[in-house]
């Protein structure tokens, strides 16, 4: 079954360093989600990406998140000067709405900011 | 924030039907109600999804009420590799400017299954 990869697993970093988190999506899949989940706490929207834009994005994406589809199979999340609090799982998800209801996540990257 | 209400925890034994409810009472009527499920730290994985009619697929099957307020998702014979957070979202699927099909997936705390052997 296809799947959407995330790397890597887990990213450790100091703080007021930048990150870049990758994905690759499903091949024929054409819309992208970032979503976090802090530990112990709810998952939460960060952004959706169509038709190589955003098409829509949560308070949390603010001036510090960017995302990127720079040569059409990888998406990236880049955080650009990470604070403690951006510490969490960072999940990515594809879907393609008009052929299956259902989005597909990744398996996380595990952002950790020392 | 969530626009669903969802037991925090249930258990169910090893092999028999899991029935977890969702209220949703404020559903208007162009929302679906989709299921995910978390195992541990896992990604969330789509189960099903439903409009008014009830539902079936090789996961799952879902219940929606009538009048649309309330649903259930049932496994109907849960194993071990079932025990994850089942989170019951409603969303309504946006038109073609912005993204035909697509939704947006606020999730709540969810019901957190516990299968026993």
């Known amino acids: 079954e296809p799947e959407v990869t995330q790397t890597p697993s887990h990213q450790v970093t100091q703080m007021g360093q930048e990150v870049i988190l990758r994905c690759v999506p499903i091949?024929?899949?054409?819309?992208f989600y970032w979503y976090r989940q802090i530990l112990g706490q709810k998952v939460e929207f960060l952004v959706s990406?169509?038709?190589?834009?955003?098409?829509?994005k949560s308070e949390i994406f603010d001036d510090q998140f960017s995302v990127e589809r720079p040569d059409g199979s990888n998406f990236t999340l880049k955080i650009r000067s990470t604070k403690l609090e951006d510490s969490a799982m960072y999940f990515c998800?594809?879907?393609?709405?008009?052929?299956?209801?259902?989005?597909?996540f990744g398996s996380g990257t595990r952002l950790t900011v020392v | 924030d969530a626009k669903t209400t969802q037991p925090t925890s249930m258990d169910c034994a090893e092999g028999r039907a899991a029935n977890l409810p969702c209220n949703h009472s404020t559903i208007s009527g162009n929302e679906y109600v989709y299921w995910y499920r978390q195992i541990h730290s896992q990604g969330p994985q789509y189960i099903i999804h439903?409009?008014?009619n009830n539902e079936t697929n090789e996961m799952a099957s879902l219940i929606i009420t009538e009048d649309r307020k309330s649903s259930t998702l049932i496994l109907p014979h849960a194993t071990l590799r079932d025990t994850a957070v089942y989170y019951c979202i409603v969303s309504e699927r946006k038109g073609r400017e912005s993204g035909a099909g697509s939704y947006q997936l606020t999730f709540g705390k969810g019901t957190k299954l516990s299968v026993i052997p």
């Open positions: 990406f169509y038709n190589n834009e955003i098409s829509e």
């Open positions: 998800a594809s879907g393609r709405p008009d052929i299956s209801y259902g989005y597909t």
């Open positions: 091949s024929n899949h054409l819309y």
């Open positions: 439903g409009l008014k």
